[in-house]
């Protein structure tokens, strides 16, 4: 059996099932709230967020626009979607286990390492295409709703502009971004899957570990410091580097460019280093898992 036909059955099995559109359906209902939110009520909570600032200069323009609608989607969303991504990715083993499908799998002319790894990659295009599905809504619904215009980023101290010949790219760049995180998740929920004989072990599981690894990095004790940055929590938000711009002797925006491109690679990198240990670990213990009993 290829390669390929592992996969497109296993994306046949996934697309198969209802509640693989739960999470597509909750995405397009989510987004649509808050577009509705802020189409009724953006102008208030701009003027409320913007009031420190205007005190003091003039801004003009439409600030309500789709390029920071979808900016504060993002930041709003990417909490919650590795929820829907383990509803799928915590199932691909864990499901075959109940159903007792497992071991006549394992009777087809497939190694165990293809078996696993097309069933990651079915788990890994699934995350991709809810990544677009949320572009879609979160992006490009919003710029036909609220337009487009220069986008400021409203931080604790500062506002951040960016042109908006300035963005796409960055948007591009930031799904791209998005895609490593939340497949760490679906890697890990995956992984999970193997030790469970149903699909809410690893689902629990998965959310339990992104909550404890999120309280450790918000917590500001010396003891933590040097396990954080090996926490993939801890770079999951890295997407939002690819808004800090630089700025020249003159305070003027550096068109094209990234404040702290290092930062970002590092983040991406450790998240990719994670994605493969968890997709060796399955093959891994897959190789040696007694389907038997």
Not at 99 to 118: D, E, F, N, Y
Not at 229 to 243: A, E, R, V, Y
Request: charged share 10%; glycine share 6%; no cysteine.
């Amino acid at each position: 059996m290829k390669f390929s036909t592992v996969v497109y059955l296993e994306l046949y099995k996934i697309f198969r099932k209802p509640r693989t559109y739960i999470a597509f359906g909750a995405i397009a209902a989510i987004v649509g709230l808050i577009q509705l939110g802020f189409y009724a009520d953006g102008k208030n909570y701009m003027q409320f967020g913007m009031q420190s600032f205007t005190d003091s200069f003039d801004i003009n323009g439409n600030i309500m626009n789709g390029y920071l609608m979808a900016y504060i989607i993002l930041q709003l969303m990417l909490v919650h979607v590795p929820l829907l991504i383990s509803l799928v990715a915590g199932d691909m083993i864990s499901g075959e286990a109940a159903q007792g499908t497992l071991r006549v799998l394992l009777t087809k002319p497939i190694s165990r390492a293809m078996l696993i790894s097309g069933k990651f990659a079915a788990s890994f295009i699934y995350t991709i295409a809810l990544l677009i599905w949320m572009a879609i809504w979160a992006l490009g619904i919003s710029m036909l709703v609220f337009g487009v215009d220069d986008m400021l980023i409203l931080k604790s101290d500062l506002v951040t502009q960016i042109v908006k010949t300035d963005i796409l790219w960055r948007y591009a760049a930031a799904f791209g971004f998005a895609a490593l995180a939340m497949t760490t998740v679906a890697a890990m929920s995956f992984f999970l899957s193997l030790f469970a004989e149903n699909s809410l072990g690893p689902i629990m599981a998965t959310m339990s570990i992104i909550i404890v690894f999120t309280i450790l990095n918000t917590l500001d004790l010396p003891i933590f410091e040097n396990v954080k940055p090996f926490l993939f929590t801890s770079h999951m938000l890295g997407w939002k580097g690819f808004f800090d711009v630089q700025i020249n002797e003159n305070n003027e925006q550096i068109v094209g460019s990234i404040e702290n491109l290092p930062a970002v690679m590092v983040s991406a990198g450790i998240l990719l280093l994670h994605i493969l240990g968890f997709l060796l670990a399955s093959v891994l213990v897959f190789r040696k898992k007694d389907v038997l009993s």
